[in-house]
Nanobody, 124 residues
Framework: QVQLVESGGGLVQAGGSLSLSCAAS????????MGWFRQAPGKGREFVAA????????YYADSVKGRFTISRDNAKNTVNLQMNSVKPEDTAVYYC?????????????????WGQGTQVTVSS
């Protein structure tokens, strides 16, 4: 079992920045690909970014590429999402997820564990 707890959400103006963090506990953190997903009201869960087990590889959705940065610290069991130049369409509940795999996945059903989510609201 892996427990994931997100933090850092809140209200931010368009063009601003916000940093999300996810703390993991339980099994060995470095066994897991880590991802961030988001879900806006009335929409399905959408892939945002993911990072390989070592942190050497990352992958981003086109909608956030160049604006968001995912990183991880395996010594601290944390994964972060730095959100810059945010837009109103980034408004959603953001979820941290863990995938027991060697490969980065962008599909939600591939992930084994999920956090409870943190709300991000971008005002125009």
């Amino acid at each position: 079992q892996v427990q994931l707890v997100e933090s850092g959400g809140g209200l931010v103006q368009a063009g601003g920045s916000l940093s999300l963090s996810c703390a993991a506990s339980g099994r060995t953190f470095s066994w897991y690909v880590m991802g961030w997903f988001r879900q806006a009201p009335g929409k399905g869960r959408e892939f945002v970014a993911a990072i390989s087990r070592s942190g050497a590889s990352t992958y981003y959705a086109d909608s956030v590429k160049g604006r968001f940065t995912i990183s991880r610290d395996n010594a601290k069991n944390t994964v972060n999402l730095q959100m810059n130049s945010v837009k109103p369409e980034d408004t959603a509940v953001y979820y941290c997820a863990a995938e027991r795999s060697d490969l980065i996945g962008i599909v939600a059903r591939l992930y084994d564990y999920w956090g409870q989510g943190t709300q991000v609201t971008v005002s125009s």
